[in-house]
Nanobody
């Protein structure tokens, strides 16, 4: 049974940082990808970043380039999203999800992901 659990969200001031974690289990394939998405109230879910398990390929949405860094610890079955220089527009529920591949298209296409975590709230406000 595939499970993904996000953690690390919270309230942070503009310019601050947060590190989100996505702990996953139950994968039976020898390679996979983990993607981060976010959804703000009244908006569609949008891709943030993804990373592949085998070669570490990463992609980022333009909104997070230069500010967000995705990384993985395969031994701990955990993917991280380090978010720096946070802005109020980064406020959203952040989700992680699983896919076979991390590609530019996969990074931004929620329908390609099968299993999702419950989400973690990130609020950027002074």
């Amino acid at each position: 049974q595939v499970q993904l659990v996000e953690s690390g969200g919270g309230l942070v001031q503009p310019g601050g940082s947060l590190r989100l974690s996505c702990a996953y289990s139950g994968f039976t394939l020898d390679y996979y990808a983990i993607g981060w998405f976010r959804q703000a109230p009244g908006k569609e879910r949008e891709g943030v970043s993804c990373i592949s398990s085998n070669d570490g390929t990463t992609y980022y949405a333009d909104s997070g380039k230069g500010r967000f860094t995705i990384s993985r610890d395969n031994a701990k079955n955990t993917v991280y999203l380090q978010m720096n220089s946070l802005k109020p527009e980064d406020t959203a529920v952040y989700y992680c999800a699983d896919n076979r591949l991390c590609t530019v298209q996969a990074m931004s296409t929620a329908s390609e992901y099968e299993y999702w975590g419950q989400g973690t709230q990130v609020t950027v406000s002074s």
